[in-house]
């Protein structure tokens, strides 16, 4: 079965700090990671994904198959990265309905 | 362009009475997902659609929901009767298609379920 799990609730850093959000991953098969964000009274949203290796307002995540890991990682946070972060894992192939873990409430302090 | 619609926003019941919610996914998006999320969860995958037909649908509890997607765009989820568990954020979301770099969800802004 596949599941995600988040295993910080909350995580509070100040601003300026390094942020590690972290994500750890149980599937069988050759899986799609991606994290999803939502801001305060905003839609969820795609924030990156594995498969693009891309960093997106200076967020990165390397897939690491060794240790089933996905965390997100920025260098120096910033108040406007305060969120709810989701780690998700999708299946591939034609059913790709996502697994979203519990979710990290990031608080960034200035 | 225009994003998912769901409507309504907010819905309050009582158990054993029914409810509908509506979804117009993103034109042009072939694939839609309803999830059900529970405060302090993760969304939940509960059926997904590739136009009229159902792809997955292994985690809908079928005693009681059922969805619909007829003409392949817009897509109706209902719930009869409703349980007080019911209680939820039940979410819309379209892709352009099922894998790949296609497969970015682009999600709704919820229908907030509360069942008394």
């Known amino acids: 079965a596949q599941r995600v799990t988040q295993p910080e609730k909350l995580l509070s850093v100040f601003k300026g700090a390094p942020v590690e959000l972290k994500c750890n991953y149980s599937?069988?098969?050759?899986?799609?990671l991606f994290w999803y964000v939502q801001y305060s009274r905003q839609r969820l949203q795609l924030l990156l994904r594995?498969?693009s290796r891309e960093s997106i307002k200076g967020f990165t995540a390397d897939l690491n198959k060794g240790e089933t890991s996905f965390h997100l990682k920025k260098p120096f946070a910033q108040e406007e990265d305060s969120a709810m972060y989701y780690c998700?894992?999708?299946?591939?192939?034609?059913?790709?309905?996502?697994?979203f873990g519990k979710g990290t409430h990031l608080i960034i302090q200035p | 362009e225009a994003g998912v619609a769901q409507s309504p926003r907010y819905k309050i019941i009582e158990k054993r009475q029914s409810v509908a919610f509506w979804c117009n996914p993103i034109?042009?998006?072939?694939?839609l997902y309803w999830y059900q999320q529970i405060l302090g969860q993760g969304p939940k995958l509960l059926i997904q659609?590739?136009?009229?037909?159902?792809?997955?649908d292994s985690q809908l509890p079928k005693d009681r929901f059922s969805a619909e997607r007829l003409k392949g765009v817009d897509s109706t989820l209902k719930i009869q009767p409703a349980k007080l568990e019911d209680s939820a954020v039940y979410l819309c979301?379209?892709?352009?298609?099922?894998?790949?770099?296609?497969?970015?969800?682009?999600f709704g802004p919820g229908t907030r379920l509360t069942v008394l």
């Open positions: 659609f590739q136009n009229n037909g159902v792809v997955d």
């Open positions: 998700a894992l999708g299946s591939g192939g034609g059913a790709d309905g996502l697994t």
């Open positions: 599937y069988s098969g050759s899986p799609e």
């Open positions: 979301a379209s892709s352009l298609a099922g894998t790949g770099v296609n497969n970015e969800q682009f």
């Open positions: 034109s042009g998006h072939a694939t």
């Open positions: 594995h498969i």
